[in-house]
């Protein structure tokens, strides 16, 4: 019976080891899988990428997620509602997102601020998956309006209460009377003012307070130069003002800091370092790090049931010290948790402990000194005892001798240490201050000049800011070293210049900056840039080579357009490329109208970076009519660009700036291609013998490779090399008539044809023409546009005889009337390419013109 008991009780214990090992060998392949499996978060953001509320909002829900080691994938959306407030833009977002993620599940959405959740909460079953919600950045009022009938639903609370900020105002200044509060006319501006309003008459009844959404945006900097010592503002949502000019709430903080009588308080933390004194401000960091901390916790399987809206404390208690010490407030006034930016740096605070260590060892020191100086005396008194004994003295004095001259030696040795060190430090000070190519002095001590020149007891000053023309043409062409000693001669040009009063710097690569000071007015400084300009046009030996090079300039004037060197420098910038625009070697004088120019420019260009591989451009084509056979035998490829920000950009304003940014290199070897593409789709449909025109920047002529690519790109698509024709303009020819003479030859003996684009605006030589294998030359619109049904013999008709004379094609471009194409004809011009037979069209639309032509050639027929 024993045995019969053991065996069941053996079976029993294998059976509970079988089935723990299968649990856990389950619950192991189960982590497996799910470790293997990526969560999608979309993150929807109701304003643009460049807002700072957005930007930190979003910056704490990445942060937080990635830190937590799981396997999720972040998907990011801007709805841009701020600037784009129409219900196009919420037709246009929801198409957007149902092709983009159609094939892709969402496992959960976060939304930041009031748009992006009722966007998500409306559209999520139809094209996000019918993912849950969890919101941040809405307030309270907001919050419920916006879930009402809605499940699934949670979030972070946005807790709009400038109560605490209020006390501090008030323990800082007891005798606040007035509160001007500034916020905008949108939906969640009039929203965030009524709720502030709120709080202020409930902190006291008795305050003043002076809303300032009906004002301009200038006369609200008008308003601010004269507050009461009695007043404060409080900025909350400020975004257009009552014209509805938008403004950046970043500017708006620094510019009304600026010009304000009183302490500027606001409601959210990115008002910090932008002119802002300080308070308890709203976080977006923190609400992003709290809604994505309950996203988390949905991933990892909690029910959203259990998980309700929270409104945690996410505001910090910050204070700028500049501020402070501008209105003359004391540390003392604010809280003691502030955190405190902006603060002078303090020897002893920074390094408190090795203060106190040094003066530890100090006093061991002196104790040490007085334990020795009491055996001193013990020696002395036993030097007595032993002065009988002669030969005892003579060698403890031959040793102190000998202990004397060792100590000798080893102060010189520190002497000398020290002179190293000393000579060590002037030589790493100078490095500091100094650029290491030229000597002049650089950015670093332009800046720490700058507290002792740009001052009001120095008066009237001006910055210039130089830039060198085409300095990387010439870095790329004539190589680094030469480009180096190009510095230096420019540099040692300037310099012979200077008054005694003006300073010279280097802020880097081909960009110098002159202070001119001692002067009177803007006529002063014209006269010297002048001089410059002057100078300039003599020639530079570099290396055995002869060069001339030319300056392009910006002028800003202190106090005049800003009393901020990084200001000034930023003015004196945009008049300088102001100047390359028009021309270089010229110089332009800084006004507040430049702004919008350079903000579009450098819009432009950091949309320019990604539109190639967010494949935003489109090649349109616009045909060549043969004036004799009236059949279209070519078409132009002509570059458009559509960005989902900057709407459709002319080729005006952003070729110009993907030359500057060597971006036109890989964007013309794209065009390039696409137009060899659409070639070789049309012979495959039975279009023969149509050349295609593609527009050659000077920069991709400049590329050692091009030639190759060019060939590369025929074998690649098994284009016959007659059918392509690269365009080139005069200006390019003119300028840099030596550098790709050889190329166009090379390819000339390829069989590819060249063309010279515009011809007639510059002041191209006919002894070049001649010189160079140009195939084709094209009229300028300006000689076309001159043509009218009275027109004789004109220059236009000229032109098409110079060209044909020398073996030629003539194309007339910009025909765009019934009589400008009969006077083409009668001057025997070979193709017209215009509005009046076709605009630059699609690929699309372009066949249907083709097929077109062709069924009307068969029924002729």
């Given amino acids: 019976m024993a045995k019969k008991t053991l065996v069941l009780i053996k079976r029993a214990v294998f059976v509970v080891i079988l089935v723990y090992l299968g649990a856990y060998l389950s619950q192991y392949a189960y982590a497996e899988e799910n470790h293997s499996e990526i969560k999608n978060v979309l993150v929807i953001n109701s304003y643009h990428q460049g807002l700072t509320w957005t930007k930190e909002e979003t910056e704490g829900i990445v942060d937080t997620i990635l830190d937590s080691d799981s396997n999720i994938s972040i998907l990011t959306e801007y709805m841009d509602w701020k600037n784009y407030p129409y219900n196009e833009n919420i037709i246009y977002f929801k198409d957007y997102l149902k092709y983009k993620y159609q094939l892709q599940h969402i496992d959960i959405i976060i939304t930041t601020d009031d748009a992006a959740l009722q966007f998500a909460l409306e559209n999520r079953e139809d094209i996000l998956s019918n993912a849950p919600i969890v919101f941040c950045g809405i307030n309270t009022e907001g919050a419920e309006k916006l879930t009402k009938g809605y499940d699934r639903v949670s979030g972070v609370i946005e807790e709009v209460d400038p109560t605490e900020t209020l006390k ?152 700028d010290y500049q501020q402070m010490k ?92 020290n002179e190293k060190i000393r000579i060590g430090e002037d030589k790493l000070t100078y490095l500091a201050y100094h650029d290491s190519l030229t000597g002049l002095p650089n950015k670093l001590s332009l800046f720490e000049n700058s507290k002792f020149i740009f001052i009001p007891e120095k008066g009237i000053v001006s910055l210039l800011f130089l830039d060198i023309d085409n300095f990387k043409f010439v870095n790329d062409t004539m190589g680094h070293a030469f480009g180096d000693q190009l510095i230096i001669s420019v540099s040692e040009r300037l310099t012979s210049l200077l008054e005694p009063t003006y300073t010279l710097y280097r802020l880097g690569g081909d960009e110098f900056v002159i202070v001119l ?9 014209e006269k010297f840039v002048a001089l410059i300009l002057t100078k300039f046009s003599e020639e530079f030996k570099i290396l055995d080579s002869i060069l001339h090079i030319s300056l392009s300039l910006g002028i800003v004037m202190y106090p005049e357009h800003s009393d901020d060197l990084e200001h000034l420098l930023k003015y004196a910038d945009i008049a300088m490329y102001r100047a390359k625009e028009g021309g270089r070697k010229n110089y332009v004088i800084y006004n507040p109208l430049m702004n919008e120019a350079f ?26 009519l043969d004036l004799k056979t009236h059949k279209i035998t070519g078409f132009e490829a002509l570059l458009r660009w559509k960005n989902s920000e900057l709407g459709n950009v002319s080729p005006l304003k952003f070729i110009k700036v993907a030359e500057d940014t060597h971006f036109i290199i890989p964007l013309g070897t794209w065009v390039l291609n696409k137009a060899c593409e659409f070639l070789k789709s049309l012979n495959k449909k039975g279009f023969e013998d149509l050349t295609v025109s593609v527009n050659i920047s000077i920069l991709q002529l400049l590329q050692t490779d091009f030639c190759d690519i060019v060939e590369e790109t025929l074998n690649k698509f098994q284009i016959d090399s007659k059918y392509l024709e690269l365009e080139i303009t005069e200006s390019i020819l003119m ?33 070049y023409l001649k010189q160079l294998p140009i195939n084709t030359l094209k009229v300028d619109k300006t000689f076309v546009d001159n043509i009218t049904d009275k027109s004789g013999d ?44 076709s605009r630059p069209v699609p690929e699309t639309e372009l066949i249907k013109l083709l097929e077109k032509t062709r069924l009307d050639d068969i029924q002729k027929d």
């Fill in 168 to 319: 501090m105002a008030f323990n800082i200044n007891p005798l606040i009377k007035n509160i001007y509060l500034i916020y905008d006319n949108s939906e969640s501006g009039l929203s965030t003012g009524e709720i502030v309003k709120d709080k202020i008459k409930m902190f006291d009844p008795s305050i003043n307070i002076i809303s300032c959404n009906n004002l301009t945006y200038e006369d609200l900097v008008s308003r601010v130069q004269v507050l009461e010592e009695n007043s404060i503002i409080l900025i909350t949502t400020y975004y257009s003002d009552v014209l509805n000019k938008k403004v950046e709430m970043d500017f708006v903080t620094r510019d009304i800091s600026t010009n304000s009588s009183v302490p500027v308080y606001h409601l959210y933390d990115f008002g910090m370092n932008k002119g802002a004194l300080g308070g308890s401000m709203l976080s977006g960091r923190l609400q992003g790090e709290n809604v994505a901390s309950m996203a988390l916790r949905l991933l990892n399987g909690e029910r959203q049931a259990y998980i309700p809206v929270i409104k945690p404390n996410t505001n910090r208690i910050v204070f």
């Fill in 326 to 417: 501008r209105f003359g407030i004391a540390l003392k006034a604010i809280p003691k948790n502030s955190e405190i930016i902006n603060k002078p740096f303090s020897f002893y605070e920074t390094y408190k402990a090795l203060v106190i260590s040094v003066l530890a060892g100090f006093i061991i020191l002196i104790t040490f000194v007085g334990i020795l100086l009491f055996y001193l005396a013990k020696i002395h008194r036993m030097k007595k005892k032993i002065s009988d004994s002669h030969e005892e003295l003579t060698q403890i004095y031959e040793e102190l001798t000998a202990s004397d001259e060792e100590m000798r030696q080893q102060y010189d040795e520190i002497l000398s240490i």
């Fill in 517 to 525: 000071e001692d002067i009177h007015s803007v006529k002063e400084a």
């Fill in 599 to 624: 903000t579009e420019r450098v819009n432009i260009e950091k949309q320019l970076h990604n539109a190639l591989d967010n494949n935003e451009f489109e090649v349109y084509y616009q045909p060549q």
């Fill in 735 to 767: 300028e840099s008539f030596e550098s790709i003479g050889t190329k166009l030859e090379k390819l000339s003996e390829k069989n590819v044809r060249i063309a010279l684009d515009d011809f007639g605006k510059g002041y191209s030589s006919l002894n």
């Fill in 794 to 837: 004109t220059l236009t008709g000229h032109i098409v005889t110079i060209g044909k004379s020398m073996g030629m094609c003539v194309v007339a471009e910009g025909v765009e009337r019934q009589e400008q194409m009969e006077y083409l004809i009668q001057h025997e011009c070979d193709k017209i390419q215009g509005y009046l037979y």
